[in-house]
């Protein structure tokens, strides 16, 4: 007997999981079966999910946005026509903090995504592409496609405890992703095993002439072959990351994870990357920065939905009032910051400096790595830095996910606090993966054991810059 196609089994649990609010919009039924994939693509039969910030034209891009609310893209996403073009059927759009601008999935237009539980209470799914992850941990599809722009597929992957990737800086093609923060914006992989990822990476690695920051073919074929994670590696342990709000929970499974990696033959070496302290903060000024350029085009003339009622009046009136009530409070808030750290008082002081942070986090990265970077380096990739380290492993976050109801009261200032250990690899541009380790009993969170929810912690492996293969192989033998 054939066996039926895993889309089938994904429509049947369509219901079950409506009220965890993970998608915006999905493939109806008939159209999704009625789709009769190419049976020798590579993908052919597995079940998709798109975050609703990369353009299909079946489906609406809304990016968790009024703004965009009845935006219906003329053309699909590259990352998307790949996944099609070997087979892959999708299956909907996942729900969004509002343009990625968010840790808890809790800022979109569409409601909040709740992550599986038992309880009465939600818990996050973490942010922003906690669709995505909610999709895959229920079962409704075998990949998901996130964006990570400062820990967006990598934080919501470890709340839900499934596997997300980052890879390289322009690996994989930005053309048809809404922007966010163009020199930070990755497409990234949620799927539940490290396998799913790779093989979705090896089908979407390839140069796109439509994205300009496309890594091109001449640099790719730069990028070193990886060692092999069967041979003996340095895996580094960032001090930084050590810090005082650590949870326990959270402390216990690095050493468990650590040990691990050890009892295969790979040996420990503390590194030290001082500019980590300064990131998140060099994070919160230039990505805002970049949003508040990026999102000047959603004005109700060029893009967006209009406010209604105001046809007629001076232009000044329609742009303030179309883009006072399209965009959510949060997305408002990061457009003033943005507008404020460039403007000509303030740009020395903030935006400048937050990109020297950004350089000094990215020579923190090479100088505790053995392999040069391929990209700042004129070295060749054979000569290392023999006392560097091939990998280093950290926790994803500092804390496990919380009730919605804790967040809810919380100011923008601690939920950016989430993003602390992911966001220096996406100021450097490196691959990072994060992998769910479980947690000891005694270790148990008493919020989650009461919804029902797995206890795990996410880990974090980074590499070198187009280690990513690396960074999968040393990933999977944490699994
Ligand atoms: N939480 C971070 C932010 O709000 C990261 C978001 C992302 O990676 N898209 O900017």
Same mark, same amino acid.
């Given at each position: 007997?054939?066996? *039926?196609?895993?889309?089938?089994?994904?429509?049947?649990?369509?219901?079950?999981?409506?009220?965890?609010?993970? $998608? @915006?919009?999905?493939?109806?039924?008939?159209?999704?079966?009625?789709?009769?994939?190419?049976?020798?693509?590579?993908?052919?039969?597995?079940?998709?999910?798109?975050?609703?910030? !990369?353009?299909?034209?079946?489906?609406?891009?809304?990016?968790?946005?009024?703004?965009?609310?009845?935006?219906?893209?003329?053309?699909?996403?590259?990352?998307?026509?790949?996944?099609?073009?070997?087979?892959?059927?999708?299956?909907?759009?996942?729900?969004?903090?509002? %343009?990625?601008?968010?840790?808890?999935?809790?800022?979109? +237009? $569409?409601?909040?995504?709740?992550?599986?539980?038992?309880?009465?209470?939600?818990?996050?799914?973490?942010?922003?592409?906690?669709?995505?992850?909610?999709?895959?941990?229920?079962? +409704?599809?075998?990949?998901?496609? /996130?964006?990570?722009? /400062?820990?967006?597929?990598?934080?919501?992957?470890?709340?839900?405890?499934?596997?997300? $990737? =980052?890879?390289?800086?322009?690996?994989?093609?930005?053309?048809?992703?809404?922007?966010?923060?163009?020199?930070?914006?990755?497409?990234?992989?949620?799927?539940?095993?490290?396998?799913?990822?790779?093989?979705? %990476?090896?089908? *979407?690695? =390839?140069?796109?002439?439509?994205?300009?920051?496309? *890594?091109?073919?001449?640099?790719?074929?730069?990028?070193?072959?990886?060692?092999?994670?069967?041979?003996?590696?340095?895996?580094?342990?960032?001090?930084? +990351?050590?810090?005082?709000?650590?949870?326990?929970?959270?402390?216990?499974?690095? @050493?468990?994870?650590?040990?691990?990696?050890?009892?295969?033959?790979?040996?420990?070496?503390?590194?030290?990357?001082?500019?980590?302290?300064?990131?998140?903060?060099?994070?919160?000024?230039?990505?805002?920065?970049?949003?508040?350029?990026?999102?000047?085009?959603?004005?109700?003339?060029?893009?967006?939905?209009?406010?209604?009622?105001?046809?007629?009046?001076?232009?000044?009136?329609?742009?303030? =009032?179309?883009?006072?009530?399209?965009?959510?409070?949060?997305?408002?808030?990061?457009?003033? *910051?943005?507008?404020?750290?460039?403007?000509?008082?303030?740009?020395?002081?903030?935006?400048?400096?937050?990109?020297?942070?950004?350089?000094?986090?990215?020579?923190?990265?090479?100088?505790? $790595?053995?392999?040069?970077?391929?990209?700042?380096?004129?070295?060749?990739?054979?000569?290392?830095?023999?006392?560097?380290?091939?990998?280093?492993?950290?926790?994803?976050?500092?804390?496990?996910?919380?009730? !919605?109801?804790?967040?809810?009261?919380?100011?923008?200032?601690?939920?950016?606090?989430?993003?602390? %250990?992911?966001?220096?690899?996406?100021?450097?541009?490196?691959?990072?993966?994060?992998?769910?380790?479980?947690?000891?009993?005694?270790?148990?969170?008493?919020? &989650?054991?009461?919804?029902?929810?797995?206890?795990?912690?996410?880990?974090?492996?980074?590499?070198?810059? /187009?280690?990513?293969? &690396?960074?999968?192989?040393?990933?999977?033998?944490?699994?």
């Amino acid at each position: 007997m054939s066996r *039926l196609p895993s889309y089938y089994k994904c429509l049947a649990k369509q219901s079950r999981i409506a009220h965890l609010n993970a $998608f @915006i919009s999905l493939a109806d039924g008939a159209s999704v079966i009625s789709t009769t994939p190419d049976t020798h693509g590579s993908f052919s039969g597995k079940s998709i999910a798109i975050k609703d910030n !990369i353009c299909t034209s079946d489906l609406p891009t809304t990016a968790g946005s009024g703004i965009l609310k009845d935006f219906i893209s003329p053309y699909d996403a590259t990352v998307v026509r790949r996944l099609q073009d070997a087979g892959a059927v999708i299956m909907g759009k996942t729900n969004m903090d509002e %343009f990625g601008m968010g840790s808890h999935s809790m800022h979109s +237009y $569409f409601g909040p995504v709740k992550q599986l539980g038992r309880g009465e209470e939600g818990i996050s799914a973490g942010g922003s592409s906690g669709g995505s992850a909610v999709a895959v941990k229920s079962g +409704y599809c075998d990949v998901a496609l /996130g964006t990570d722009t /400062g820990g967006s597929v990598r934080l919501p992957a470890a709340y839900t405890g499934i596997v997300g $990737f =980052k890879p390289s800086y322009g690996l994989l093609s930005r053309w048809g992703v809404i922007a966010y923060a163009n020199s930070l914006d990755t497409v990234g992989i949620l799927a539940n095993s490290v396998d799913m990822v790779r093989q979705t %990476f090896n089908l *979407l690695n =390839k140069y796109d002439p439509q994205d300009p920051t496309s *890594l091109v073919p001449s640099t790719r074929s730069r990028l070193r072959t990886p060692k092999s994670a069967e041979t003996p590696l340095r895996i580094g342990i960032p001090l930084e +990351y050590n810090v005082s709000t650590l949870k326990p929970a959270i402390r216990d499974a690095w @050493i468990c994870a650590l040990r691990l990696l050890q009892s295969k033959g790979h040996t420990l070496h503390s590194v030290s990357l001082p500019a980590t302290r300064h990131a998140l903060s060099a994070y919160y000024i230039l990505a805002p920065a970049e949003a508040s350029s990026n999102l000047a085009k959603y004005d109700g003339v060029r893009y967006g939905s209009r406010a209604e009622g105001i046809d007629g009046t001076p232009q000044s009136v329609l742009f303030a =009032k179309t883009r006072g009530e399209g965009f959510g409070p949060e997305v408002r808030r990061r457009i003033l *910051l943005g507008t404020f750290s460039l403007s000509a008082q303030a740009i020395d002081n903030y935006f400048i400096q937050a990109q020297k942070i950004r350089r000094l986090v990215q020579q923190d990265f090479d100088n505790a $790595f053995s392999a040069p970077n391929p990209l700042v380096s004129s070295t060749s990739p054979s000569v290392s830095n023999s006392s560097g380290v091939d990998v280093l492993l950290c926790p994803t976050a500092p804390t496990l996910p919380q009730l !919605i109801s804790n967040i809810e009261n919380q100011d923008s200032v601690s939920e950016t606090m989430s993003d602390v %250990f992911t966001v220096p690899a996406s100021l450097a541009g490196l691959p990072a993966i994060s992998i769910p380790i479980s947690i000891r009993e005694d270790h148990n969170d008493p919020d &989650l054991s009461k919804a029902g929810v797995e206890q795990t912690a996410g880990m974090q492996i980074i590499g070198q810059y /187009g280690d990513d293969r &690396l960074v999968l192989d040393v990933a999977s033998q944490l699994e």
